[in-house]
């Protein structure tokens, strides 16, 4: 696709479920990222992932939250048991590659856990 | 502790005028910069850009400034249009440390027509 997608585009979750948040990354992109935006927030750092490398998992707030990325493209954020505490808006970003720091964002998925 | 902050959470310009959002950081081993542009339900979007071996980059009505002993930036939009209305969040990486951006909060700015 021309951009990076996000899905679903809303998610609505009972506190102590688990949920999976996916992400297709710009064809050819090399480099993809996890962020997340509480309200009234500026945007956390939770995870990276660059080319076949062993990912960046040192903004991850709990063992609850795993990624994984598969074939070096779709990424899937899996959060277990969820908190309150987790509703935020879920952004993945990617990029060409390790030299690149211009991020290409996807929409988001705005997570809330009753 | 936020290594990168933006102390002014809105700012309200009137069209036409210039706009200035401030962005301050405290990690001396960041050496790139960049502004990002949110609007509400999209992603953000990349904005501009600037190496600490600058101390300016200009595009167009956009021009950001780096102060690296104070460790401050800023940026400029001149003249300001109501379709910069949006939220704007400055960034920060060290070289070679995997592209790994921080963010600051955020400010959001309102161009009054």
């Known amino acids: 696709g021309a951009g990076v997608s996000q899905s679903p585009s809303n998610k609505v979750t009972e506190k102590g479920k688990d949920v999976e948040l996916r992400c297709d990354p710009i064809?050819?992109?090399?480099?993809l990222y996890w962020y997340r935006q509480s309200l009234g927030q500026g945007l956390e750092f939770l995870i990276y992932f660059q080319g076949n490398s062993a990912p960046d998992k040192s903004g991850l707030p709990s063992d609850r939250f795993s990624a994984e990325r598969t074939g070096g493209s779709v990424s899937t954020l899996t959060i277990q048991r969820t908190q309150q505490e987790d509703s935020a808006v879920y952004l993945c970003a990617s990029s060409r590659d390790r030299g690149d720091e211009k991020l290409f964002f996807g929409s988001g998925t705005q997570l809330s856990v009753l | 502790d936020q290594q990168v902050k933006q102390n002014s959470p809105s700012l309200s310009v009137q069209e036409g005028r210039i706009s200035i959002l401030n962005c301050d950081y405290t990690n001396s081993m960041f050496d790139y910069f960049l502004w990002y542009k949110k609007y509400p339900a999209e992603g953000p979007t990349f904005l501009i850009s600037i190496s600490s071996i600058k101390d300016k980059n200009e595009d167009g009505r956009f021009t950001v400034f780096l102060n690296k002993s104070a460790k401050h930036l800023s940026l400029h939009i001149v003249p300001s249009q109501p379709g910069d209305s949006a939220v704007y969040f400055c960034?920060?990486?060290?070289?070679?440390?995997?592209?790994?951006?921080?963010f600051g909060g955020g400010t959001r700015l309102m161009v009054k027509p």
């Open positions: 960034a920060a990486s060290v070289n070679n440390a995997g592209n790994m951006l921080t």
């Open positions: 064809s050819g992109h090399t480099a």
